[in-house]
């Protein structure tokens, strides 16, 4: 069943874990961050133009001014491991908890093994550069990028939170959460695609990162066209979240990566990969025989997880096959509300002509109800992780629970 009969394409090597992004420090040591040498009427420029709020704007100035103790460019000297030092590893690499020793910043850092020509590498270093100009409250922080030893280095932001494909390996996720999740989610990738002219590529729970201060942030996204080429062959699991047209090696558009997020939106809903589609006994499983339309955050406790307990597992080959010729993943009925499951099947038309773009995601009944009911992220977060909250939140006193 792993033949390629359809010559459908392999998702790209774009690496599969997550660089996460450290929880912002208090708000009022911003005026301590040494900020000298940022052009504050360009910054607040910026900031205006990507409509952040002053929370956000606050955030991003305290990261940009950590950012310039650094100076100059980064070395593998730059750094020491830390004892909790992996955090995950994936397609091409590992991520890695580092200490900047100069700065005393904590970091997330990517390390991809590339056995390419010198003229190569620096190309890729070069492309990468272009993450220094992604500054943005949905968007993961960018330290820096070097060449040592064989592997390509990628410093960003560390979130204590993790991605949520590590969350997932706990509990599900409450649609609640992913109301608040999703709108910050599509945020991000509309500011990469305005400001930026760039399309993510790779939108998956791995991607997705949470913090001790709420904040939600995308990482991993398609910069670097050399890298992107140069990686293509390291894909390895028994995941896709590639659409169907790009398995069928049609040209990547935004509405490739709206895909990517509805069939992750259905996994962190009902806790597994939904392809193939989890038969009843394995719905009854996850979600016992509920009958209430809509689940809360607290009635998500307490469920028992499929964890391998689903469908068999597919070769890749005849799970691609089946993204492209069988119907799309959906919410099962009477869970979850009806305005979460049509945004999702929304998400996954097969047709990508017929799928929502971003305006008609952000403009959508579940968003707006999102948007006007704020969710308790940071204190989701701390319970599920077991941290401290680095800002007050609702759920602070069950957070060691």
């Not at 190309?123 to 990468?128: F, N, V």
């Not at 939108?203 to 709420?214: E, F, M, R, T, Y």
Request: charged share 25%.
């Amino acid at each position: 069943m792993s033949k390629n009969k359809l010559n459908l394409t392999l998702p790209p090597g774009v690496a599969d874990n997550q660089q996460p992004v450290s929880p912002s420090a208090p708000l009022s040591a911003a005026s301590d961050a040494g900020c000298d040498k940022l052009s504050v009427a360009s910054l607040q420029e910026q900031l205006d133009r990507v409509g952040m709020d002053d929370e956000q704007r606050k955030r991003m100035e305290l990261f940009l001014c950590q950012k310039e103790k650094i100076g100059g460019e980064l070395s593998d000297a730059d750094f020491e491991k830390m004892k909790d030092g992996e955090l995950g590893a994936g397609n091409g690499g590992v991520v890695m908890k580092v200490k900047h020793k100069s700065s005393g910043l904590i970091m997330a850092r990517k390390l991809i093994h590339l056995e390419v020509k010198p003229a190569i590498k620096k190309q890729i270093i070069r492309e990468l550069k272009i993450l220094h100009e992604c500054n943005h409250a949905h968007i993961v922080g960018f330290y820096g990028a070097f060449y040592s030893d064989g592997e390509i280095s990628i410093c960003m932001e560390y979130m204590d939170g993790g991605s949520l494909d590590l969350i997932l390996q706990k509990t599900r996720i409450p649609e609640p959460m992913l109301g608040t999740i999703t709108a910050a989610v599509v945020k991000g990738l509309i500011y990469l695609r305005e400001q930026h002219s760039i399309i993510h590529r790779d939108v998956k729970p791995s991607n997705i990162l949470v913090n001790s201060a709420g904040e939600i942030k995308i990482c991993d996204f398609g910069v670097s066209g050399q890298l992107i080429d140069s990686m293509a062959n390291s894909f390895v699991g028994t995941r896709s979240y590639m659409s169907p047209e790009r398995l069928q090696g049609t040209q990547y558009t935004l509405q490739s990566d709206i895909w990517s997020l509805g069939l992750s939106l259905v996994e962190m809903a009902i806790g597994m990969y939904p392809i193939p589609a989890p038969d009843a006994k394995t719905l009854a499983s996850i979600f016992g025989p509920r009958s209430q339309a809509t689940e809360t955050i607290e009635n998500i406790e307490g469920d028992v997880f499929a964890n391998g307990n689903g469908p068999r597992p597919m070769a890749i080959f005849e799970l691609l096959d089946y993204i492209v010729n069988e119907p799309p993943p959906t919410l099962p009925a009477g869970i979850f509300s009806d305005a979460f499951k049509d945004f999702v099947d929304r998400c996954l038309k097969k047709n990508p002509n017929e799928r929502g773009d971003f305006k008609m995601l952000m403009d959508h009944q579940w968003i707006k109800k999102a948007e006007s009911e704020p969710v308790d992220i940071a204190g989701w977060v701390c319970k599920i992780k077991g941290l401290t909250p680095t800002t007050p939140t609702r759920m602070a006193s069950n957070s060691a629970s």
